[in-house]
């Protein structure tokens, strides 16, 4: 089972997205990109995945261009609200599916209430990714 998570700057919701589906079965063929790939994985995206002992500090944000000669069974777009435009995927995909999160890192206020964000984000994804795993992908394992 081969999975792209496609989002615009490939540092948070995509990575954290990725390395929790990875956690729920290392078996799955798992990468993330973006359109705008960032400089860097967001340092906070790193710290609240550590916090479930998952490690993505060696993870590196990439383009989406560096996937588009592959085969997806499964492209998942998590970009947020209605200011984002969802980045689109022209290769070879047999699902596409669109699971949405605000962006943490577009955040404003005290560093507690970014990192509140952060998590609130993090668990959302894990809610919505399990169900996506035990509902669709689990069935086809």
Same mark, same amino acid.
């Given at each position: 089972m081969k999975i792209l998570i496609l989002c615009t700057g490939n540092s948070?919701? @995509? $990575?954290m997205a990725e390395s929790l589906l990875k956690s729920f079965n290392p078996m799955l063929e798992v990468v993330s990109a973006g359109t705008e790939p960032s400089s860097e994985v967001h340092p906070i995206a790193i710290k609240v995945m550590q916090e479930m002992n998952i490690d993505i500090r060696d993870n590196i944000p990439k383009s989406v261009m560096e996937f588009q000669n592959n085969d997806f069974d499964y492209v998942i777009t998590?970009?947020?609200?209605?200011k984002e435009s969802c980045p689109v995927f022209m290769g070879n995909v047999k699902n596409r599916i669109h699971?949405?999160? &605000? &962006?943490p890192a577009e955040a404003?206020? @005290?560093d507690e209430h970014i990192y509140g964000e952060f998590i609130r984000i993090r668990d959302e994804i894990k809610r919505d990714f399990h169900k996506f795993y035990i509902n669709q992908l689990?069935? $086809?394992l």
């Amino acid at each position: 089972m081969k999975i792209l998570i496609l989002c615009t700057g490939n540092s948070c919701r @995509s $990575q954290m997205a990725e390395s929790l589906l990875k956690s729920f079965n290392p078996m799955l063929e798992v990468v993330s990109a973006g359109t705008e790939p960032s400089s860097e994985v967001h340092p906070i995206a790193i710290k609240v995945m550590q916090e479930m002992n998952i490690d993505i500090r060696d993870n590196i944000p990439k383009s989406v261009m560096e996937f588009q000669n592959n085969d997806f069974d499964y492209v998942i777009t998590v970009c947020g609200g209605a200011k984002e435009s969802c980045p689109v995927f022209m290769g070879n995909v047999k699902n596409r599916i669109h699971i949405g999160f &605000d &962006d943490p890192a577009e955040a404003m206020g @005290s560093d507690e209430h970014i990192y509140g964000e952060f998590i609130r984000i993090r668990d959302e994804i894990k809610r919505d990714f399990h169900k996506f795993y035990i509902n669709q992908l689990k069935p $086809q394992l």
